[in-house]
């Protein structure tokens, strides 16, 4: 099982994830039974996109043992992805329940850690605990955060405007009225999300058909994320980019070293967490990969 789709996209508050369907079946229709509306994954790579797509999840049922990425470094991820106040609240659940995992996972700040099999009663009101710490979250980041909102808004209807207008001159230069060209210049923030979803999109359909190490390209992985992090407005680190390129930290940041070498990104301090380095594409770098997207996909336009 790899994803419900039973609820629609925008009504979805809680996300399953668990590697057995059997559980995560279960688990939705205690959670549908009480009028909480869910979504199943059975894996960490599909729960970050779900993530990256939906945004009103407010809490994530997480398995703690999970083939490839296991529930802490989901969370982990997850958390990389938020800014401070804005990410989902966690409920942990396993089947082999011990002292350290408890204390781990009490570090995470979850909201409570159930082992299984899980009794329905408990899941639901676990959940119900989460959505309700997630809503108070986001009151309180609403509440003290109301004018930086409005300068963050007033900051990307600028850059929309500088790239419509970017688009308008590169139309203006084609001189044909065709258009097509309209299409192949528009670096609009929505026609380049959905240009990089389709590239993500034949991504993983190359990934079910071929091995990772036999194509894997992460330097192109991380650069098409840094991309997508800025064009949706998320932040990137490390870790996160590592998941993304399926490959180790370690060389995630050597990849990471060969792009800020070359001027493609750029690291710099995390303003509320010194302690971490976020990752950035530069001006240089989103130009680049903005003209490449249209290349690619205006031989969709003009076929």
Known sequence: MNEDVSVGVDDVEALIVDDDACVLEEMIESLDAEGIRA???SGGHDALEVLRTVRGIRAVVVDLRMPQMDGFALVRAIRDMFADGEAPRIVFVSGHLDTDAAVRAMREDAIDFLAKPIACEDLVVAVQRALSRAREDRDQREAVGS???MLTGLKEQVAIVERNLQSLQGDGACGDGDDHAATRHDHSPAVLEARIARLVQYRELRRQQFPDDLFGDPAWDILLDLMRGEVVG????TSGLALEARVPPTTAARYIDS???CGL????EDPEDRRRAMVAITPKSYRMMADYLASCFAVDVDA
């Open 265 to 268: 990104a750029s690291r710099y």
């Open 147 to 149: 004018v930086a909102g």
């Open 259 to 261: 792009l800020v070498d």
């Open 234 to 237: 998320y932040r990137c680190y």
């Open 39 to 41: 979504r199943a994954v």
